[in-house]
């Protein structure tokens, strides 16, 4: 079950992240606006999703455990868009 919420939440944040990074860079954005754009736009804002979820459907709904699981999956998989990111910076900047 959780594996099942997990992968899409994980292909969601690569592929996004991964776009915004290649868009920037096509666009003429320097390293240090690509990065963090691509970690901005590639957040969920799960902690908002949790509150509603708990307020809405209660501790014990699935809704709650979804977002729980957004947050665990998120803040990892964030962590390792940024050591792509930090790894990548001599690539990026070479245009």
């Keep these: 079950m959780i594996a099942l919420l997990a992968m899409p939440i994980i292909i969601q944040v690569y592929f996004n ?3 915004d990074y290649l ?3 096509q666009c003429g954005s320097a390293h240090s606006v690509a990065g963090p754009s691509a970690l901005i736009g590639t957040s969920n804002f799960f ?4 509150a509603a979820a708990i307020s809405l459907f209660g501790f014990g709904s699935g809704a709650a455990l979804a977002t729980v699981v957004g947050i665990l ?5 964030l962590l390792s868009v ?3 990111v930090m790894r990548s910076k001599r690539w990026y900047e070479y245009v």
Excluded: H, S, Y
Aim: no cysteine; hydrophobic share 65%; proline share 6%.
């Design 23 to 25: 868009l920037n860079r």
């Design 47 to 50: 902690e908002l999703a949790v």
């Design 73 to 77: 999956v998120e803040v990892p998989v």
């Design 17 to 19: 992240a991964g776009l």
């Design 82 to 84: 940024v050591a792509i």
